[in-house]
RNA sequence: GCGGGCGUGGCGGAAUUGGCAGACGCGCAAGAUUUAGGUUCUUGUGUCAUUGACGUGCAGGUUCAAGUCCUGUCGCCCGCACCA
């Protein structure tokens, strides 16, 4: 027989086209298994060999479970509307919607072309109108409760994409799309409320399976901090500044106080200030650093001081300065710090440059060196006076503010209010109308969904406004509520809003009168393993665990979670070792590697060629081992001989080796179950023949990894279709061999190797090592003063 | 600065609870087959050395035994970052 994969691959996936292999049966009484992959971005460069090693992970998993039983959802879909599309689009002059159609033509070919076992009945697209129905829909529900709002703020703007964007794109100061530095603007825009689920997506983490450091990196990200809000007053007009800090216990050591240059008590009290001018020039240089030189960590602290204004610390009455510096943040705590330099290094940067008092009010360091921000005898501190414990001393503190009436505790988090908009075309609509009378009006329900009007020009407007403003026809409208003359929203839904739900819509896609049936969505949800990149874990996991939790909350879900184990997959990298880019020229393309050595190999290739968790490079010789491998497999149908049960020569090889399989394939470690079913292999070739139980063993085994090639060897031999087969069961009491090499060793040194029978005890190991003739001859003369014996491991002799 | 991870042959990478370091694959070398190249097959392949020694970034430690545990140190990668 020929392996041919240029007939064989297209064959068998027609085959399975044709007879549904892989269709989902909601309602069936097998055991369920969702798996899910993170749906591709389809642009126009079509598939990188990344995609498929980030899908073929599950993709094994999926097949081996449907073997063993189980009813497996594994679905797909094209998460497309987004600013490359829309830059194309402007550059080429083909309408986004045209652009889109013909990638994920392309990106559904090269998915096909690979055999992937999807459910290709189930297929979302983020900008079909069906859908984007249901992710308007949600923002509607979002608003009714409360969870929708506008804000005039800074925020930050991609200059390059002319877009507001959110705090989780904006990562690094660098623009998530372009990665172009981002600048603040003032702007009013969208939000959703995400911090009011805070709690919520951190608690959540507590009963979910997902990596470690990908539940690490999310805590970080909401970043919780317990501390307390303490009011300082403003003694020339008795005003309150409200500040936030985690060490109420130092508040006898403030020296001074630091605003945020955007806090708005300047405005208020211009008239008080003396040196309003100074302030204002040193606001107006700090508006000019970009979000990420504000961010640098410096030791040249910059700030002024407010002429005009003294605090009063409402602990003991004392009275300090108020400056006003970058390094405290208006988007954090309350834009206002209590400064304790004795403690905390950056305000002990800004004390020494601006001559300020440092007072030790923790003993144990030196504070005439460096800020200490250890542990101490509380001193200088009145009451607090004495303390020792951090904890203590925190709960003393914060016992007086509340006594005094001036402070309470508080909580804090990292994580802002998600920045709910793009001035741009290609997105969903934010179906809202502004009413000159009733102000903000959400789009009724039952007019959904609001279609994205044709356009003809996307051209981003310079004002930051939408492309969408331009439409008279779009923009205005009925108030819904009073029937007055009304503007529609222009702005559309960041990229994150289509993916924020699509493993729902999976459950039920085709769905007119919900987002997913209610029994569709009990018998599915949760999703029993996603499988992604690390890039997405502080981005789209966040959102849509929070659009999950709130669909949970108003009860259109069953559970609270939306994915019960999580794990990603490392990225492939260039022949260089380099990220693959476009740019660099080292990105390889799939389709060119199935045309040379077809599906199968590039499949098994993705696999083994590292870890799954860790990136590898991308080797071109790496892929001829894999392709030798499946030869060789191909090779053994010569030398097929009968027999239903496995010879006691391959015993335990072939039990060995489904334990192997089974448990990596569980745990991921792909490249350690194709080296198992390689080892098998060697050992057949030194056997010389398999028969058909041992034979179908492997190519069974062989199947979630390689599934056209074995789908055609084993129905061609056995008559049966290897989809519909079950998965291999191995017996534990047969993976071990009856007799075993152990290994002799005088003082930890291995001086010889002999075979015993497996699972003898430690006095007959001793006695088999002591009457070795080479353990006799080397210990001759010497003092045996211990022996260590590890049954079916070795046996060591500590000699004098 | 904080948090996480990594460091093993020429290369990608293996190594449950501490128990034969280098599985599997690539590459390389020699041989066989072939008109030749390629393919395929066989054998060898950590380093040094004539029996043996040394070897998992480096330096210590614990142990009969350490890639694995402990202490210190160097290097690389990733995430967050003036978060009060």
Not at 391 to 410: F, N, S, T, V, Y
Not at 431 to 455: N, Q, S, W
Not at 511 to 524: D, G, I, M, P, R
Request: with cysteine.
């Amino acid at each position: 027989m020929d392996y041919n994969f240029k007939e064989i691959e297209p064959k068998w996936q027609k085959y399975w086209e044709e007879h549904k292999t892989f269709e989902a049966v909601t309602g069936s009484s097998k055991p369920k298994f969702y798996a899910l992959v993170e749906f591709p971005y389809p642009s126009g460069a079509g598939m990188h060999v990344g995609h498929i090693r980030a899908y073929s992970g599950l993709e094994v998993v999926s097949r081996k479970r449907r073997l063993e039983g189980y009813n497996v959802l594994f679905p797909i879909g094209f998460d497309a509307y987004g600013l490359p599309t829309e830059n194309t689009a402007i550059k080429t002059g083909v309408h986004p919607r045209k652009v889109t159609d013909n990638n994920i033509k392309k990106f559904t070919e090269q998915l096909k072309r690979v055999g992937f076992s999807f459910d290709w009945s189930r297929v979302v697209d983020t900008t079909d109108e069906n859908y984007y129905k249901w992710t308007q829909w949600i923002f509607l529900k979002m608003f009714e409760n409360g969870l929708v709002f506008r804000d005039k703020t800074l925020v930050n703007y991609c200059p390059s994409c002319k877009v507001v964007l959110s705090n989780e794109d904006s990562q690094g100061g660098k623009c998530d799309i372009c990665h172009s530095d981002i600048v603040q603007r003032t702007k009013e825009v969208w939000y959703l409320r995400i911090t009011e689920y805070a709690d919520k997506l951190l608690q959540g983490l507590e009963e979910v399976n997902y990596l470690p450091n990908v539940k690490l990196q999310q805590q970080n990200w909401i970043g919780k901090s317990t501390g307390a809000f303490v009011n300082f007053t403003v003694k020339e007009n008795g005003e309150t500044l409200r500040i936030y800090t985690t060490r109420p216990d130092t508040l006898y050591g403030v020296t001074f106080m630091v605003i945020a240059p955007e806090h708005p008590m300047i405005e208020k009290h211009r008239a008080n200030i003396s040196n309003i001018a100074e302030l204002d020039a040193y606001r107006e240089e700090c508006g000019k650093k970009s979000e990420f030189e504000r961010t640098q960590l410096v030791k040249d602290k910059t700030g002024v001081k407010i002429d005009g204004l003294t605090a009063v610390n409402p602990i003991n009455g004392k009275e300090i300065p108020i400056y006003i510096s970058d390094y405290v943040m208006m988007g954090y705590g309350t834009g206002a710090i209590m400064a304790v330099p004795a403690h905390d290094s950056r305000d002990y940067d800004f004390a020494n440059k601006f001559g300020i008092d440092i007072i030790e009010v923790i003993k144990g360091g030196d504070i005439s060196k460096e800020a200490y921000t250890g542990d101490g005898e509380m001193v200088n501190s009145g009451p607090l006076n004495g303390i020792t414990n951090k904890k203590d001393a925190i709960e003393k503190a914060l016992a007086i503010l509340e006594e005094k009436g001036c402070g309470e505790r508080g909580v804090q988090y990292k994580m802002k209010d998600w920045a709910f908009n793009r001035q741009r075309y290609w997105g969903e609509p934010i179906p809202i109308v502004h009413c000159p009378h009733c102000g903000i009006v959400p789009v009724p329900y039952d007019e959904l969904p609001l279609r994205l009007p044709p356009v003809e020009n996307f051209e981003p407007g310079e004002g930051g406004e939408s492309p969408l403003a331009k439409i008279d026809s779009f923009v205005n409208c009925k108030c819904p509520k009073c029937g007055a003359d009304a503007k529609r929203e222009t702005d559309t839904m960041p990229q994150w809003a289509g993916s924020s739900w699509y493993f729902l819509r999976y459950c039920d896609p085709n769905n007119s009168e919900a987002l997913a049936s209610e029994e569709s969505l009990k018998y599915w949800m949760p999703v029993d393993w996603y499988n992604g990149g690390m890039e997405h874990v502080t981005r789209h996991m966040i959102y849509s665990r929070f659009w999950h939790k709130f669909l949970y909350d108003i009860g259109v879900v069953p559970c609270p979670e939306p994915y019960a184990k999580r794990t990603a997959q490392g990225l492939i990298l260039g022949p260089d070792g380099d990220k693959m880019s476009k740019s660099k020229g080292n990105v390889v393309d799939p389709n060119d590697v199935v045309d040379v050595y077809g599906a199968d190999v590039l499949r098994i290739y993705v696999l083994f060629m590292g870890d799954y968790e860790q990136a590898a490079p991308w080797s071109d010789n790496g892929i001829k081992g894999c392709k030798r491998f499946l030869d060789r497999v191909w090779a053994l149908s010569d030398k097929l001989v009968d027999g239903n049960e496995y010879r006691p020569e391959l015993m335990t090889a072939m039990h060995k080796t489904i334990k192997k399989v089974s448990g990596d394939i569980e745990a991921m470690k792909f490249n350690t179950a194709i080296a198992a079913m390689m080892s098998l292999v060697n050992v057949i070739y030194e056997v010389g023949s398999v028969n058909h139980a041992e034979y179908k063993t492997l190519l069974t085994l062989l199947y979630p990894f390689a599934p056209h090639a074995a789908e055609e060897l084993y129905s061609s031999l056995f008559g049966t279709v290897l989809s519909n087969q079950s998965w291999q069961e191995f017996d534990e009491t047969k993976t071990v061999d009856d007799e075993i090499e152990i290994v002799l060793q005088i003082n930890g040194k291995v001086k010889e190797k002999i075979m015993v029978p497996a699972g003898l005890g430690k006095p007959e190991l001793e006695a088999i090592a002591l009457e070795s003739e080479r353990v006799k001859a080397l210990t001759d003369g010497k003092t045996v003063v211990k022996v260590i014996a590890v049954p079916d491991k070795l046996v060591n002799l500590v000699v004098k």
